[in-house]
């Protein structure tokens, strides 16, 4: 990296700095998280003052520092001005953005990572109904894991390896999810074989600390996270079935992706307890 050089990134975060400055995080694409000032950018007639607010994607021109950057130019790219209007949006666009500092690394070329939140932040800025801001964070906690390569299994049996297939006809169906395993558990594997001859080797499968019990509906739901595009709930649920209605179910899986996350990550999001305050449901 030269003393002066150029980068493609977002703001992440902010804080005041001095009488008239804004010290920023910025994800770029080539070199990754940078913390860098912004000179005068808090002074009303400052040309960065725009530029260096949150979720602001600009071409920077920098000079490298001894202890931060300091940017001298930036051209604004994209903003997400919807966020900003709209509380819940807000409060998840900058849960997911908390995700993505601890996730991201610095002198490192973080082209996915930066793509992907882009991504899911016009997505996220674009939702017409509140119902599905949960869905929506869901999906793009999963894709941000499955990036640091710590995404949970779904689909099998973490245990076995053997699929897991769902029953929406037993109402107390139910599957297992741990941490420490890294996904989904069946509940109905033998655990221990009472009635195994006394001299046979025993294969009965390990126990594993179990943080979650999932329903059928919520297990398919975790299923079409890893997807592009989540699909409608009429394509992925059985016709003859009578689903309950989705959002508390999504609530619960963004809860369950969140906890999964602080255990990896041994970091606690700040911003997700705001999270909470939009749709209070106890489980």
Not at 99 to 118: G, M
Not at 233 to 248: Q, Y
Request: charged letters at 20%.
């Amino acid at each position: 990296m030269t003393k002066t050089y150029q980068a493609t990134g977002i703001i992440l975060k902010g804080m005041p700095l001095g009488e008239s400055d804004r010290l920023v995080t910025i994800l770029t694409s080539e070199y990754g998280l940078i913390r860098a000032v912004a000179p005068g950018a808090r002074k009303h007639k400052s040309r960065l003052r725009g530029r260096a607010e949150l979720f602001v994607v600009n071409q920077l021109l920098i000079v490298k520092g001894r202890s931060l950057e300091k940017i001298i130019q930036a051209e604004t790219l994209e903003s997400y001005p919807g966020l900003s209007r709209d509380l819940g949006k807000l409060t998840v666009s900058q849960y997911i953005a908390e995700l993505v500092l601890s996730l991201a690394l610095s002198e490192q070329p973080q082209i996915e990572l930066y793509e992907l939140l882009n991504e899911h932040l016009r997505r996220i800025e674009q939702l017409s109904t509140p119902q599905s801001l949960y869905a929506h964070l869901a999906q793009a906690v999963y894709h941000l894991l499955a990036i640091a390569g710590v995404a949970p299994v779904f689909h099998s049996c973490c245990l076995t390896h053997q699929p897991i297939q769902t029953n929406f006809i037993d109402a107390h169906w139910r599957v297992g999810f741990s941490f420490d395993s890294g996904g989904t558990i069946n509940l109905s594997l033998d655990r221990g074989n009472n009635n195994q001859a006394q001299n046979e080797p025993s294969q009965a499968i390990p126990l594993a600390k179990l943080n979650w019990k999932l329903t059928a509906v919520e297990l398919t739901l975790l299923q079409q996270l890893s997807k592009k595009f989540l699909p409608k709930a009429d394509e992925i649920f059985p016709r003859d079935v009578v689903i309950p209605s989705l959002d508390v179910a999504w609530i619960k899986i963004e809860r369950l992706l969140r906890e999964y996350a602080q255990y990896y990550l041994g970091y606690s999001f700040r911003s997700a307890t705001l999270v909470d305050t939009l749709a209070p449901v106890e489980f």
